[in-house]
T-cell receptor, first 116, second 114 residues
Framework: KAGVTQTPRYLIKTRGQQVTLSCSPI?????VSWYQQTPGQGLQFLFE???????NKGNFPGRFSGRQFSNSRSEMNVSTLELGDSALYLC???????????????FGPGTRLTVL | QKEVEQNSGPLSVPEGAIASLNCTYS??????FFWYRQYSGKSPELIMF????GDKEDGRFTAQLNKASQYVSLLIRDSQPSDSATYLC??????????????FGRGTSLIVHP
């Protein structure tokens, strides 16, 4: 079974631009979560989508948004990029189960975003 | 206040020894606990999960959970140089009374030297 895939793998943008990242979950997994990983803050939860609906949300500004399609693929968008948005963005998929906090998650390779 | 605490390390152990990694958490209601391994430049990889008090063994790995003391640990027996990585503890927490979501510690760097 294929793992979680993310595109693009690397991205360089300038301040003020916007960016869209894509994630395809493991076949059969209906929950997709997004995380931001930085050396200073570690791995931080952005949001989770399940059945095309945002089910959980972390403590990030509204510039960070996402969506999920009927095939469970998900996109994350960051508008008005700031230097501090430079990070590794990870997508994780899991079976729906009892809820995000109870399920094992499987991570994709990540998208390395650099904001200049 | 950090909700999931891990010693950043590095924890250095000789090859063949037992590596012990610890994690404490703040929410007594937490019910799901996960250990991930992350090699430098790679994404986290799930090693084990544990839901009940006690020990859970999987090959060279043993997860130990003590809900009363609010800690979870990971033991790696017969440590190998290939085990050198950062180990992330994740606990389902309920920020602001909302849904439980996995919250990660900062990770412990493990170095296994030959």
């Amino acid at each position: 079974k294929a793992g979680v895939t993310q595109t693009p793998r690397y991205l360089i943008k300038t301040r003020g631009q916007q960016v869209t990242l894509s994630c395809s979950p493991i076949s059969g997994h209906r929950s997709v979560s997004w995380y931001q990983q930085t050396p200073g803050q570690g791995l931080q939860f952005l949001f989770e989508y399940f059945s095309e609906t945002q089910r959980n949300k972390g403590n990030f500004p509204g510039r960070f948004s996402g969506r999920q399609f009927s095939n469970s693929r998900s996109e994350m968008n960051v508008s008005t990029l700031e230097l501090g948005d430079s990070a590794l963005y990870l997508c994780a998929s899991s079976l729906a189960g009892r809820g995000l906090g109870y399920n094992e998650q499987f991570f994709g390779p990540g998208t390395r975003l650099t904001v200049l | 206040q950090k909700e999931v605490e891990q010693n950043s390390g590095p924890l250095s152990v000789p090859e063949g020894a037992i590596a012990s990694l610890n994690c404490t958490y703040s929410d007594r209601g937490s019910q799901s606990f996960f250990w991930y391994r992350q090699y430098s430049g790679k994404s986290p990889e799930l090693i084990m999960f544990i839901y009940s008090n006690g020990d859970k063994e999987d090959g060279r790995f043993t997860a130990q959970l003590n809900k009363a003391s609010q800690y979870v640990s990971l033991l790696i027996r017969d440590s190998q140089p290939s085990d050198s990585a950062t180990y992330l503890c994740a606990v389902n927490l309920r920020p602001s009374g909302g849904s439980y979501i996995p919250t990660f510690g900062r990770g412990t760097s493990l170095i296994v030297h030959p």
